[in-house]
């Protein structure tokens, strides 16, 4: 790479433009996606991936629901099955919730803060190239003889070491895919610490650049931590180690604890983002500014804080001191204290608010409702004797899918609806946009509503058949599922709809938007911010 | 680091991420199909290690290239270090979870089936592992492994304590002479450095191989043999990768490419050797002393 051919910011002051080499468009051709440093290809390239991807983990979905049409085995056998619910779990975490994540930090970060790209581009590419090859791995894994991933994605042992030979695939797939996320998530921050406009300062970021930053530490954190787990279970199979064998004066609930040390705050690396986004959207659409900024920072702070010391409330069935149960009992509902104070931020922000009601902010309420409701339901299942009913029922099932798909689901559908046309210069078909919001917001509830009723009459997770009297339900559940799924179709329509032509988006888009990203044109140019802009209260949320 | 160049530096394109996605694909598909036997496991694992060596030494070419020809500003250069010390936090926290496999083991997990500790413990132990007593170093009630004998302090684990805390000093004498711009002294200094933690592996090698000869201590030997190796050995891997990158600084400090305000490749491995320093102090303490 010659010297010359970089782009040029200065920061803190203004300078002549180096004409003749500043502006280049992407370069010609197929290689330029490959080859790409571009924060904003670098994005595309993510959300795309987690669009095929969801796809992908829908289908795996339907292929649980179509299976618990009714009860008795029906379609598929039930190792299959295991293998779906594994893999269904794995593609929306890893290759769904968290790359689409990373797509719209990599979009919209650098536009918030005034950068010119991420800290590390060369980085930023190596992060994103990673996830096709460590996914290809871990789908070659159903093609093979001993079949997918089958023991759950929390991956217990002593049963997932009954697993056949794709066990190693699945393993390094896993550390290849966590090199990408911690190699994605140094990048953010130091583009958050170091990259900021003068003027920008922390207190001045929107909340969806703080929510990332925190995300972030929370990755670097724990995806190693989750590293060394697999490593310990790789070397359990294959080396003869005893780390989670009792023979060996191991504990197989030792790596329980290793895992949930680095599962929960997963839980909380795919809520935060989407807190931002929410916390984006709704004051544009209630034309106020966002209330108690201040408040929201220090709840996701402590949120993520708190992350840390709640791991075990996954574990209250398995066996711990009483003591343990005691502190990870109350440490969760403490949890639910940040969490309260942001949805009481959220409605106080559509308070008096001169609301309209636009595709982004369908979703982003629906996102404030639908995920009070799973927050809820967590609080109930944080209660540790009563815990003991639900664990491991589709109560549970009732309760992560509310937050993850009415949730997480909800707050990518809400930022692709709000930021679409910053990105292609389009408006998207607001009829339509309306139409998949309600269509989703009806099946999404036929479908995870009853798993309650069936969680707390008992019906157990991860089994491919039930006892009759849950037939009823899980009927509706299915229905339910095959409306969501299918409907999801509508939204791949709308998109390709918008990048294809579409009503011409002004450079603000939305009457009520503020920030950087909306002073740029529509669609941003290919590379914004060489020279830092001018920071003040009219280009800031805040 | 002041140098020329005034802008952010965002280079156009990037050939080596996907040199190194390919690169790691082969490496861990080859990895694991020789963990299955499979066909041509092995030789792609090493394939797939060559092609990750080529790119890093590509990139960081590029880097270094970029860096002397002044391409990078200061804000470039606060990038480099925000990403090298979130990656070594990423790393303490990799060393983490072995620690933490090492305490709950020694703490909660093995008094419990030894009996000790509320909550039913005693009836576990009676009921399953009878007869078994909790003593640390163990390999559990089965008996895994055979009978082995547990890795004293004494002699090379303490010898290669003394050797780490001396190479921790003459890298911190290596930047102070760069820093004052003498280039001889920096030169020996590292060579001091690595030499130290080369033989530092060495004799971490020469452990293992009379632990595997003599003491009947290997990975087999239950929770103190799956602790003991799991940790001494990523740990020594970590050495030797830090010792690599100190040599390839060497080389580079030969050929003058530092200078008194531009070196920070030479402070990213100083960074990441202290930090290996350090596990090692803990691993000193929680393996081989109490
Ligand atoms: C108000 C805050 C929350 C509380 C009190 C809470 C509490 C809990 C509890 C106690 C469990 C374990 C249930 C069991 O297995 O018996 C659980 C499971 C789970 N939660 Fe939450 N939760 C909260 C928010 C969230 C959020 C925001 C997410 C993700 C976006 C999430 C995702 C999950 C997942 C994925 C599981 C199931 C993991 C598995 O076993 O596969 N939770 N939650
Ligand atoms: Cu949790």
Redesign the interface.
């Known amino acids: 790479?010659s010297?010359s051919?970089?782009?040029?910011?200065?920061?803190g002051e203004q300078?002549d433009h180096h004409d003749d080499h500043d502006h280049?468009g992407p370069?010609p051709g197929l290689m330029r996606w490959?080859?790409?440093?571009n924060h904003k290809d670098i994005g595309t390239l993510y959300l795309w991936f987690s669009l095929l991807m969801f796809f992908i983990g829908g289908a795996m979905a339907l292929v649980i629901r179509a299976e618990l049409f009714q009860p008795g085995i029906q379609i598929v056998d039930p190792m299959f099955f295991n293998s779906m619910t594994t893999l269904h779990a794995i593609v929306m975490i890893f290759g769904v919730v968290m790359p689409a994540f990373v797509g719209l930090a990599n979009w919209m970060i650098p536009m918030m803060i005034g950068?010119?790209?991420m800290?590390?581009?060369?980085?930023n590419?190596?992060s994103f190239?990673?996830m096709p090859?460590?996914f290809?791995?871990m789908l070659s894994t159903l093609f093979m003889d001993s079949g997918g991933p089958a023991g759950g994605w929390t991956l217990y042992p002593p049963l997932v070491l009954q697993m056949g030979?794709s066990f190693?695939?699945v393993?390094?797939?896993i550390?290849?895919l966590g090199?990408s996320s911690?190699m994605g998530?140094?990048?953010i921050?130091?583009?958050i610490?170091?990259?900021r406009a003068p003027g920008m300062t922390f207190m001045k970021m929107p909340m969806f650049v703080w929510t990332w930053l925190i995300t972030a530490y929370l990755l670097?954190?724990?995806?190693?931590?989750f590293?060394?787990?697999v490593?310990?279970l790789l070397?359990?199979r294959?080396?003869?180690?005893?780390?989670f064998?009792?023979?060996?004066?191991?504990?197989p609930?030792?790596f329980q604890?290793?895992f949930w040390?680095f599962g929960h705050p997963e839980v909380y690396i795919l809520i935060l983002p989407a807190f931002g986004i929410v916390s984006s959207i709704i004051p544009t659409f209630a034309r106020k500014q966002l209330f108690g900024y201040d408040s929201m920072v220090y709840a996701t702070a402590s949120i993520a804080f708190l992350s840390f010391i709640v791991w075990a409330h996954h574990m209250f069935t398995t066996?711990?001191?009483?003591a343990g149960e005691l502190f990870f009992m109350f440490s969760t509902m403490m949890i639910s204290v940040p969490t309260g104070v942001k949805v009481f931020n959220w409605v106080a922000t559509m308070w008096r608010g001169a609301m309209t009601f636009e595709t982004p902010m369908l979703f982003s309420i629906g996102f404030v409702i639908m995920f009070t409701i799973g927050g809820l339901s967590g609080l109930m299942l944080a209660i540790t004797p009563a815990d003991i009913q639900y664990h491991d029922t589709y109560f549970v099932v009732a309760h992560f899918h509310y937050v993850l798909v009415p949730g997480a689901i909800y707050s990518l559908m809400a930022a692709t609806y709000y930021w679409l046309p910053k990105w292609t210069g389009n408006m998207y078909d607001e009829k339509l946009g309306k139409m998949h919001f309600w269509i989703s917001t009806i099946f999404v509830n036929v479908l995870f509503f009853p798993m309650h009723f069936v969680g707390l009459a008992g019906m157990p997770r991860r089994i491919p058949d039930y006892s009759l009297q849950f037939a009823d339900w899980n009927m509706i559940a299915t229905i339910g599922a095959f409306g969501f799924g299918f409907s999801q179709l509508m939204f791949v329509y709308i998109i390709v709809k918008c990048v294809k032509g579409g009503e011409k988006a002004t450079d603000e888009v939305w009457e009520g938007a503020r920030g950087l990203e909306w002073t740029v044109a529509s669609p941003a140019p290919y590379?914004t911010f060489?020279t830092a802009p001018v920071i003040n209260p009219d280009t800031v949320t805040r | 680091m002041s140098s020329a160049a005034?802008?952010?530096?965002?280079?156009?394109?990037?050939?080596?991420?996907?040199v190194?996605?390919?690169g790691?694909?082969i490496f861990?598909?080859g990895?694991?199909s020789w963990?299955?036997d499979?066909f041509l496991g092995r030789e792609m694992f090493f394939l797939g290690a060559a092609i990750i060596v080529f790119m890093m030494f590509g990139?960081f070419g590029?880097v270094a290239k970029?860096s002397e020809?002044?391409?990078y500003n200061s804000?470039v250069d606060?990038?480099f270090r925000?990403?090298m010390m979130?990656?070594i936090?990423?790393?303490v926290?990799?060393?983490?979870?072995?620690f933490?496999?090492l305490f709950?083991?020694r703490v909660?997990?093995?008094p419990?089936?030894g009996g000790v500790?509320?909550?039913g413990a005693d009836m576990t132990n009676a009921l399953?592992?009878e007869g078994f007593d909790?003593v640390w170093p163990?390999?559990?009630?089965?008996d895994?492994?055979g009978n082995f004998e547990q890795m004293g302090w004494f002699g090379l684990p303490l010898i290669n304590t003394l050797l780490l805390l001396t190479s921790g000093v003459t890298c911190t004498l290596a930047h102070h002479a760069i820093r004052a711009g003498h280039r001889k002294p920096f030169i020996l200094w590292l060579l001091a450095t690595v030499t130290l933690g080369f033989i530092f592996v060495f004799l971490q090698a020469e452990e293992y191989m009379h632990a595997y000869s003599a003491m009947n201590l290997?990975?087999?030997s239950?929770?103190?043999?799956?602790?003991f190796?799991?940790l001494t050995g990523f740990h020594g891997f970590h050495v030797t990768m830090g010792a690599v990158i100190l040599l390839v600084v060497m080389i580079r400090a030969i050929r003058n490419h530092f200078t008194a305000e531009n070196h920070f490749a030479f402070e990213a491995a100083a960074w990441y050797w202290h930090f290996v320093d350090v596990v090692w102090l803990g691993l000193f303490i929680f393996v081989y002393l109490v």
């Open positions: 790479m010297t051919d970089v782009t040029h910011h200065t920061p300078h280049h370069a490959v080859t790409t440093t950068a010119p790209d800290a590390m581009p060369r980085l590419n190596w190239w990673i090859f460590a290809t791995i030979d190693a695939f393993i390094f797939a550390h290849f090199i911690v998530a140094i990048n921050v130091a583009t610490f170091n990259m670097i954190a724990t995806l190693p931590v590293a060394g787990a490593t310990m070397t359990d294959y080396f003869g180690t005893s780390f064998s009792a023979a060996g004066g191991g504990d609930v030792m604890h290793i040390f066996g711990m001191p009483l590379h060489e | 005034t802008a952010y530096y965002v280079p156009h394109s990037a050939r080596w991420p996907i190194g996605s390919i790691l694909f861990f598909f990895f694991a963990l299955n499979a990139w590029d970029e020809s002044g391409a804000q606060t990038s925000l990403s979130w990656f936090f990423s790393e926290m990799f060393f983490a979870a072995f933490g496999a709950y083991a909660f997990s093995g419990w089936i500790g509320g909550g399953l592992y909790y163990t390999n559990g009630p089965g895994v492994g290997t990975m087999n239950g929770i103190y043999g799956s602790t190796y799991l």
